[in-house]
């Protein structure tokens, strides 16, 4: 008996969402031992929590797709890349590569709704509010080191930066969530 309960198109398309996932881990790994190196120990710690949450997303892919009976796919991940130039463009990149993977999950999105799957389009909606928080967060970021001088920003901005990152959580605080009493 077919146990199989996604489509062979959403299958791949997760199957692809778990290495892109898995490469955001990387590039977030890749980001951290080169700020790591930089001595900036309190961003590059920050952009290693962040590789483990990106690994954290792959594996709930993983485990969805094996709980719809469906077969796993495990593929080689792309490099990183090369090295940002400065921290300023390290947060872009950060960005970008957000921005890249809320279109990838608004593509699964769409041909779950197409297909009227909708287990995986709920499941999905989890994906979607997080890459919300992500994208806020990376651009809110972005914004700090903009205000410091971008590529130009100083050491002492920069010290403060990694001081604060080394605290800072990693979540952002969303839209959704403001009322009056906590604005």
Known sequence: MN?????NTISSALNEQIMREALAA????????WLKDKGYDGIANFLFRHSAEERNHMMKILEYVLERGAKVTISAIPEPGSDPDSV????????????????????????????????????????????????????NLLD????????KANDEALYNLDKDLSTEPDHARLAQDVTVENP
Do not use: P
Request: proline share 0%; net charge negative.
């Open 144 to 151: 700090k080191i903009k205000i410091a001088g971008g590529d």
């Open 26 to 33: 990387q590039v977030y790994l890749s980001y951290g031992a």
């Open 88 to 139: 300023y463009d390290c947060f872009k990149k950060v960005f970008k590569q957000e921005v890249n993977n809320t279109e990838s999950v608004y593509k699964l999105v769409k041909m779950s709704f197409d297909e009227q799957d909708w287990a995986t389009w709920n499941f999905l909606q989890w994906f979607v509010r997080e890459q919300v928080e992500e994208e806020t967060l990376a651009h």
């Open 3 to 7: 146990t199989n309960r996604l489509s």
